[in-house]
């Protein structure tokens, strides 16, 4: 089964690349998301993994507070997103 993790604290420069490459170390990467402004293209300084759910938890138990280009990262499961109101 695959597990969502959100990545908060990100650097601003941070590739998804650079994302699947610091988690690929704890398991397979399904995949990855960095969020971005609609507006102006940069990012928001958080993103997304999908890993499996035991390579999930090794990735969290490991990279949650660690730092990562100067910033500490904020790792967990990710919550499931709301629905907007218009």
């Known amino acids: 089964m695959v597990k969502t993790l959100y990545v908060g604290n990100l650097p ?3 590739t998804e690349d650079e994302l699947k490459e610091l988690f690929g170390e704890y398991g397979e990467v ?7 402004d609609r507006e102006t ?24 507070g660690v ?3 100067g910033r500490n990262l904020k790792v967990n499961e990710a919550r499931e997103r709301k629905p907007r109101r218009f």
């Not at 399904?30 to 971005?36: D, G, L, P, V």
């Not at 293209?41 to 949650?64: P, W």
């Open 12 to 14: 601003y420069s941070t």
């Open 30 to 36: 399904s995949s990855t998301k960095i969020i971005t």
């Open 41 to 64: 293209g940069r990012s928001r300084g958080f993103g997304f993994v999908e890993m499996s759910d035991d390579d999930a938890q090794k990735a969290i138990d490991s990279l949650n």
């Open 67 to 69: 730092n990562f280009g």
